[in-house]
């Protein structure tokens, strides 16, 4: 039984704000256990997660990837409550939430889990290297640090010389990720439930301009060129400074992300074209 439920909102938004305090009133009445958040407030949510059951995120895909830093680690689901106009990760809109949500809590629903990444960032540049450990739900991006400037990266994929990419930056996303960053650079849309990773980058010049898609268990490898400078970017939430020597190295994680759904698995198939705004006339 869900009993302890968090509800993380974009406090940028007014409706959104709104609706979560309706949504954390009503739950109280139900007799749960219920928090509420700002979803930038990110101290008070690494300390709020752990031993939540559920947390409704009420905004749209950023408030997801917001939450999702504290809510992976401590493997508490999300159902997301989309108040924008796109949330893939989202299950439903603002104006069914009242209604909805009660049900999902207390219903039978199942959990859906997606891949996350696993990422190691290292500074050789330095006198002592320096390695960052994290993680990101979408993608990692690793991008110029100049505005009009291409940036050089060598990947690898297991060791293995891929290519070098001379372009605005490289992408390495999951499934869920396939639908952020890299769609809009043209890359494939992947089933959500797909383990593989894509590589591919961002406006390349005179390099390699297809995406790559890798296995599940492989390690993909990034590194700036020499007399470059870059940007690392986790799902637009943590960044890294770059320089020439530094390494990226991105693999599957044994986390995984969780999301509450109660729509058939199919659900993705159903919703895609229509979030895509490509649904054809019959």
């Known amino acids: 039984m869900l009993k302890r439920i968090g509800i993380v909102f974009n406090a940028r938004m007014a409706a959104a704000t709104a609706l979560a305090s ?23 949510l690494r300390e709020l997660a752990g031993g939540t059951d559920l947390i409704v995120t009420v905004g749209g895909d950023g408030t997801i990837l917001r939450t999702a830093r504290h809510a992976v ?37 199942w959990i859906e889990e997606r891949a996350v990444l696993d990422v190691e960032v290292t500074q050789e540049a330095n006198t002592t290297p320096k390695v960052h450990r994290s993680w990101a739900l979408n993608e990692v991006v ?22 070098t990419y001379k372009a605005d930056g490289v992408i390495v996303a999951t499934a869920t990720g396939s639908t952020a960053y890299a769609l809009a650079v043209g890359g ?8 593989e990773l894509l590589l591919l980058p961002v406006s390349p010049h005179m390099s ?20 470059h400078e870059a940007t690392a970017s986790l799902d637009g939430q943590v960044d890294y400074k770059l320089q020439a020597g530094d390494r990226i190295m991105a693999r599957r994680s044994d986390k995984v992300a969780r999301f509450l759904r109660g ?3 199919t659900y993705f198939y159903a919703t895609l074209t229509q979030r895509l705004n490509m649904r054809g006339k019959s």
């Open 22 to 44: 309706s949504l954390s009133q009503m739950l109280r009445g139900e007799g749960h256990d219920c928090w509420d958040s700002p979803a930038e407030q990110d101290d008070k």
């Open 73 to 109: 680690p401590a493997q508490v689901p999300i159902l997301g409550v989309n108040m924008g106009n796109v949330g893939f990760m989202t299950e439903f809109s603002g104006s069914v939430a009242m209604e909805q949500v009660p049900r999902y809590v207390n219903s039978e629903c």
């Open 142 to 163: 690793v991008g110029r640090d100049a505005p009009a400037r291409l940036v050089s990266i060598d990947a690898r994929i297991d060791s293995a010389e891929v290519t």
């Open 188 to 195: 494939p849309v992947l089933d959500p439930r797909c383990q």
């Open 208 to 227: 390699l301009a297809n995406p790559i898609v890798v296995h599940q268990d492989s390690i993909v490898e990034l590194i700036v060129g020499a007399g």
């Open 263 to 265: 729509k058939s698995p």
